[in-house]
């Protein structure tokens, strides 16, 4: 761990990554890891631990299945307050649930959220509970921008656009029908086409929250760094922008806007199937 990181107390627990992680989908593991830097790499008081249910910019990682319980109650009983970031998986994304962390059965102390809440208006928002934020009032706080009345109408006119439009539903429906053309897709780039690539490892996410891993061997899992570069120039020829994350760039970060249908669904596969053809 970098000095600077040691000196600021900051730990970071194994990734629960059920594709790459040391313990695959074991949640107890990874939390058994959390346990131990608080047993073994702190005083046994922590003041917090930050997590994302699903991670974006690491790769539409879905955490491991029992994880988060069980990290949360790690972390309470060393006196810590759990923190869910929001950012990315909040505000419907995800399908089933409004929030990320619903999907874990788990509630924070603090969620912390963006980018969603504002549909493009730059806003962002901290909700904790009165006995956490009174602690604002034993200290001046200043925010320059803090409180903008334009972009909490912005805010505000979202969420009604998500109620009245059930913009959560149709993540859910037409998420899932995205995700299962995937992993069709996933099927068909396999040995037993000989013309073409065994290149997706993992399709993995939910609702509008997905991840495509490219991997040159599907043993292995080597990541596909230079392919995934190529594949997203051949689809940005046919008409379709798509990002990519993960810790070695290999993963295909599908966020689409809450509005997307069944047939924009059917349209970015088959561009991804043919970007993925010429490779």
Partial sequence: MPGDLKKSGVHHAVNPDPYRGAFGSDGEKYARDVKEIIDFGTTGHVAGFISEAIQGVGGIVEVAPGYLPLAYDA?????????????????????????????????????????????????????????????????????????????TAGGLAVL??????????????????????????????????????????????????????????????TPAKDEICQAMEHMKDMGVLVGKGGFYGNVFRITPPLCFTKEDADFFVDVMDIALSKL
């Fill in 160 to 221: 009604k656009v998500l109620d009245r439009e059930r913009l959560q539903e149709n993540a859910f429906i037409v998420g899932a029908y995205l995700k299962d053309r995937l992993r069709g897709l996933q099927e068909k780039h396999q040995s037993l086409c000989m013309h073409l690539t065994p290149i997706i490892g993992d399709v993995r996410g939910t609702g509008f929250m997905l991840g495509v891993e490219l991997v040159t061997d599907r043993q292995l899992k």
């Fill in 75 to 151: 972390v309470r009983k060393a006196g810590g307050l759990c923190i869910a970031d929001e950012v990315q998986a909040g505000f419907a994304r995800v399908g089933s649930h409004f929030w990320g962390f619903e999907t874990h059965d788990v509630i924070p102390d603090i969620v912390t959220m963006a980018k969603g809440i504002g549909n493009g208006i730059p806003l962002g928002a901290v909700v904790t509970t009165p006995e956490i934020a009174q602690v604002l009032t034993r200290r001046s706080y200043f925010n320059t921008f803090g409180g903008n009345p334009l972009c």
